[in-house]
């Protein structure tokens, strides 16, 4: 076994591998970017080392600066984890020839499946079956147009370096084709530095299966039976769970047969995954499966693989790259029960998944669930990476149960000022569809509009934050507070009357009058506990309830405020980003909904769209620019010269 291994990433992965690590007695050194100073990851390992500036390839992705660090390190090896530079071959290289031992695949295998048109090429040729579509060198607008009409709409667009759902658009119609191809490519440069393309038919009801793979040096592969990754928002994972709803043996034995052929086809060695689509429409069918892409790495959702067959990927993983055979035969292996995982992120639902930055103040993870996470209470979600919290786990004997497990936990999740989509998730999980295992990698944005409605606290919750906000102004003590004010016709209230007064709140900004009802007594005799609200000793703070977050302050009777409203015509950054496309000129018309700017943050593109209808008035937006939250980048008129919603 191994002594010591440096690990090339962050976050929860970071965590996770420095936790079977010291299980097993080895040395874990940490990498760590100006962002990450104070990082759990860094706080967790035995020892750290900086290796640049808060920029991603800056620091995480310069592999030269990774590699001197190993060796400054006294690291035997040097454990990749998921993104970054874990599916780079060129850099397994060179840690292989810098005398340190890889915790992945061979960089042969990482090379020829790391490019999706030569891999769909090479599955082929193995007897895996792949999905109609082009994946050729040629690549100029017309030719690719052309193959599209071949193929027939809808299409998917995906970049043949891609992943995690960057550089991928579907296509609905070809007067769509050249926007998606150009929005495609750029993501795609960007995200992998490649801007090349392949084409595919688009799935009308498709199923995300994939299925866990593993290889020694001693010619053993085995699957490790299959996932379903299907609940989805634009191309990522939210909800995966094993084994499969809906799966029979026969078509799981032709699929994971296919899934260990394909990994044999590349001699793979060490935890990879084989990932395919299938067309769901009459049920999970073995010729309705098809090969999509291998990763060849360790996944996100490894967790549910491990819940339902005992082992511990990681372990392996090093035993592996260490020399030894494979822990188990595939004869040894077996599916115990049902596993759910829920990917809880720093992002606002109701907000188009816009991701949330800033400190956690706040932050209650479930004790009910496992728990794989980067952050703590107190620490930082940066602008600079993928805004996930946690992995939310949780192993049950049934589909039914594993859900309603899951669902309780996401709800009980406490996250602030920092936005969370734990509400969101708790929905999905209890939503009937999910719970039959009606799912697709259509079923978020199909229900998008009831799951993400904006979350609003239950007339409990309310007496709660009622009766907190009194307890909490009363006890103020040295001066006359606003709250006070207020408040000064409740000083007559007492802890176990019946008040027949009201209070008026502000709930997310929008005020709410709250009639006394309950006693503290009678809300407690309810289950409505003070720990669901905290408050500051002004009267500001915040409450939690099924997964969500409410900002909470007595009404000063304060106008509202934030950013501009549509009526004023300015479009603001939502977040701290980089502006990568500016769609319009000063002094054009557009009409309402229309792009205006496109703004990069958190690995992903965010669009900003007219108002309303009306000129560009002023355009201080600059292509490539960096650009902070709030910072006003286009400002639209009305023709009359008075914005106006419309």
Request: glycine residues 8%; aromatic residues 6%; contains cysteine.
């Amino acid at each position: 076994m191994i002594k010591s291994v440096l690990i090339a990433n962050r976050g929860e992965i970071a965590c996770r591998i420095i936790r079977t690590a010291r299980a097993l007695g080895v040395r874990t050194v940490a990498v760590y970017s100006d962002a990450d100073a104070k990082a759990l990851h860094v706080r967790s390992a035995d020892d750290a080392i900086h290796v640049g500036p808060s920029s991603a390839r800056a620091s995480y992705l310069d592999g030269e600066r990774i590699i001197a660090a190993a060796k400054a390190s006294g690291a035997e090896a040097i454990h990749p984890g998921y993104g970054f530079l874990s599916e780079n071959a060129e850099f397994a290289r060179a840690v292989q020839a810098a005398g340190l031992v890889w915790v992945g695949p061979d960089p042969a295998s990482i090379g020829a499946m790391g490019l999706k048109d030569q891999a769909k090429r090479l599955m082929a040729d193995a007897g895996v079956p792949v999905t109609p579509g082009y994946s050729g060198e040629r690549q100029d607008l017309d030719f690719l147009a052309e193959r599209a009409d071949d193929i027939g709409y809808p299409v998917l667009i995906k970049a043949v370096a891609g992943g995690g759902g960057k550089g991928m658009r579907r296509v609905d119609s070809a007067a769509d084709f050249a926007d998606a191809l150009a929005s495609c490519t750029r993501e795609a440069v960007a995200a992998f530095g490649n801007a090349h393309v392949l084409i595919e038919k688009y799935i009308e009801h498709p199923r995300h299966l994939e299925v866990q793979v593993f290889g020694d040096r001693h010619g053993n592969v085995v699957h490790l039976f299959e996932r379903d990754c299907s609940p989805q928002r634009r191309h990522q994972k939210v909800i995966e769970e094993a084994p499969a709803p809906g799966m029979d043996a026969a078509t799981r034995a032709a699929l994971c047969a296919a899934a260990v052929r394909a990994a044999k086809a590349v001699d793979y060695v060490n935890a990879g995954t084989v990932e395919f689509i299938a067309d769901a429409s009459e049920g999970l069918r073995a010729d309705r499966i098809w090969f999509m892409e291998m990763n060849t790495r360790l996944q996100v959702e490894h967790p549910v693989t491990e819940a339902i067959t005992g082992v511990d990927l990681v372990e392996w993983q090093l035993r592996v790259a260490s020399g030894e055979p494979l822990p188990r035969t595939q004869d040894e292996l077996a599916i115990h029960g049902w596993a759910m995982e829920a990917r809880l992120y720093a992002e606002d639902p109701a907000k188009g998944f816009l991701p949330s930055v800033g400190r956690l103040d706040h932050l209650v993870l479930p004790e009910s669930a496992r728990v794989d996470t980067g952050v703590e209470e107190g620490d930082e979600v940066s602008p600079y990476y993928d805004p996930m919290i946690a992995k939310l786990v949780v192993h049950a004997p049934t589909r039914v149960q594993a859900a309603a497990e899951l669902a309780d936990a996401c709800g009980s999740v406490k996250c602030a000022p920092v936005r969370s989509n734990a509400w969101f998730l708790a929905r999905l999980l209890s939503d009937s569809a999910f719970r039959a295992g009606d799912v697709s990698t259509g079923f978020i944005a199909d229900r998008f509009d009831a799951f993400a409605e904006p979350p609003q606290p239950s007339g409990g919750l309310l007496q709660v934050m009622a009766d907190a906000m009194i307890s909490n102004s009363l006890h103020v003590g040295g001066h006359r507070t606003q709250q006070h004010a207020m408040l000064e016709d409740l000083r007559g209230f007492r802890v176990n009357a019946k008040p027949s007064r009201s209070v008026r709140l502000r709930v997310d900004g929008a005020t709410r009058e709250v009639e006394l009802s309950l006693t503290p007594s009678q809300l407690r005799d309810r289950g409505w506990e003070r720990p669901s609200i905290f408050l500051d000793d002004f009267g500001d703070g915040v409450a939690f309830e099924d997964g969500a977050a409410f900002r909470l302050a007595a009404d000063r009777h304060d106008p509202p405020s934030g950013g501009a409203a549509a009526s004023d015509g300015a479009v603001l950054s939502p977040m701290p980003g980089r502006i990568v496309a500016v769609a319009v000129a000063e002094g054009q018309q557009v009409t309402k909904g229309q792009r205006l700017v496109t703004v990069e943050a958190m690995k992903m593109e965010h669009a900003l769209t007219a108002p309303f209808d009306g000129i560009v008035a002023e355009l201080p937006a600059r292509e490539g620019a960096q650009v902070e939250e709030g910072m006003r980048l286009v400002r639209i008129a009305a023709e009359d010269g008075v914005g106006e919603a419309q």
